[in-house]
């Protein structure tokens, strides 16, 4: 099995946003889709406050290192409007939309349409079936 290099997070809300500051911060190319313009912005700022707050975590008496760490997370994360572009060359692809299951069907069934056969398909979904997805 090859390695995940390219992540893909549906959903630029609380979770999604917190999903895609990991992703990134773990060295992986990640992109955030949203058809909100303004959900996207929020969560591009939500990333942003956080990897900063991450650098200050780990490197808190090396501010150069915290610098670094958030430079190279952030230069990993890419934001879009457009769910195909983002998925065609996803590795990974973690849904974090709302918790409605044909909402969630239709998505994922778009996705599969689009990207590659290998890539893996995940939700976040805190109630749902996830035999129903």
Same mark, same amino acid.
């Given at each position: 099995?090859?390695? %995940?290099?390219?992540?893909?997070? /549906? +959903?630029? +809300?609380?979770? +999604?946003?917190?999903? !895609?500051?990991?992703? $990134? !911060? ?12 303004? /959900? ?6 939500? =990333?942003?406050?956080? &990897? ?7 490197f808190?008496?090396?501010?150069? &290192?915290? +610098? $670094? ?7 990993? /994360?890419?934001?879009? &409007?457009?769910?195909?572009?983002? *998925?065609?060359? $996803?590795?990974l692809? %973690?849904?974090?939309i *709302?918790?409605? *299951?044909?909402i ?9 349409? =689009? &990207? ?5 398909? *995940?939700?976040n979904?805190?109630?749902?079936? =996830?035999?129903?997805?």
């Amino acid at each position: 099995m090859s390695s %995940i290099k390219n992540v893909v997070v /549906v +959903g630029a +809300g609380t979770m +999604g946003s917190g999903i !895609a500051l990991v992703s $990134a !911060a773990t060295g992986h190319s990640t992109s955030v889709v949203d058809l909100n313009a303004q /959900v996207l912005e929020k969560a591009r700022g939500e =990333i942003e406050k956080n &990897a900063a707050r991450l650098g200050r975590k780990f490197f808190k008496d090396d501010p150069q &290192a915290a +610098g $670094a760490l958030v430079a190279e997370t952030l230069g990993r /994360v890419k934001y879009c &409007a457009e769910l195909e572009a983002a *998925v065609r060359e $996803a590795d990974l692809v %973690i849904e974090a939309i *709302v918790e409605n *299951v044909k909402i969630k069907q239709e998505l994922f069934k778009k996705i599969d349409e =689009i &990207a590659p056969q290998h890539t893996i398909f *995940v939700s976040n979904t805190s109630s749902l079936s =996830i035999v129903e997805l």
